[in-house]
């Protein structure tokens, strides 16, 4: 079966996020209000062919290890559909 | 009161996703089997100070809509924690 399995890659919250900190300002000049922070990271979105969710979560988990995530900067989730 | 919303932006399913497709390759390279199709887009979290979360919804919609997003290539979805 085809699991749809989603990535979320994220600066650890220890760093500072300077594209989020540009953003905010942006989003500032733009004359929104009352937004307090902005950090940005990545999705991601795999179908992935397997046995069951368990399976699906495992491959997810080596790809963000072996390739998506760099861990001295950023952390992951995953949640599978 | 402060929210925490989530805005997940992702290249429109009718368009190729190039990044996707490379990333997809290195997988595979790597020796990771069973992914069929891999899609990147962006995370953004913002701390959002509003009355109610309806409101916070709002801000971040202005957001997507002003900013984070690129309505050509892109949708977005909002998710209000």
Redesign the interface.
Request: glycine fraction near 8%.
């Given at each position: 079966m085809?699991y749809t399995v989603q990535i979320?890659?994220?600066p650890l919250k220890e760093l500072l996020d300077p594209q989020?900190k540009a953003?905010k300002s942006?989003?500032e000049s733009?004359g929104?209000?009352?937004?307090?922070?902005?950090?940005?990271?990545?999705?991601?979105?795999?179908?992935?062919?397997?046995g069951d969710p368990a399976q699906?979560k495992q491959?997810a988990e080596?790809?963000s290890k072996?390739?998506?995530a760099n861990p001295v900067m950023e952390y992951f989730e995953i949640n599978v559909n």
């Open positions: 085809t979320k890659v994220m989020g953003v942006s989003l733009l929104l209000e009352g937004i307090e922070d902005v950090r940005i990271g990545k999705n991601i979105t795999l179908q992935i062919e397997a699906a491959i080596d790809a072996k390739l998506l």
